[in-house]
């Protein structure tokens, strides 16, 4: 479950702009969602073989160049997907609480 929600996270991250892998940890422990490198990469990788994301390589000022990943159009579909997803999923957890609530 963590692993698809991951999944979904990073999508919603590159939905709005590329960013390079320290970018994406970064922003998801801000969002209190603990990730490390180990973990991250095979991710992009995968998803980037899945055909979801593209990278480019762009010139640092503080070092070597960084790989920016961004979405593909099968990863902004993908993303519109899971969003439909996640909603019913929401809306069925919510629907099963109220049951519970109103008993």
Do not use: F
């Not at 994406?24 to 973990?39: H, K």
């Not at 995968?46 to 390589?57: E, I, M, P």
């Not at 099968?74 to 019913?88: A, F, I, R, T, Y």
């Amino acid at each position: 479950m963590r692993k698809g929600i991951l999944e979904y996270c990073i999508l919603l991250l590159l939905e709005k702009e590329a960013l390079y892998a320290s970018n994406i940890i970064q922003r998801l422990q801000d969002a209190r969602l603990i990730v490390v490198e180990g973990t991250l990469y095979p991710l992009l990788t995968r998803l980037k073989n899945s055909g979801l994301l593209s990278y480019q390589w762009i010139e640092s000022t503080q070092g070597p160049p960084r790989k920016y990943y961004q979405l593909t159009e099968l990863g902004m579909e993908s993303v519109k997907e899971l969003e439909m997803s996640w909603q019913e999923l929401n809306d069925t957890i919510n629907h099963i609480k109220n049951c519970l609530d109103s008993k």
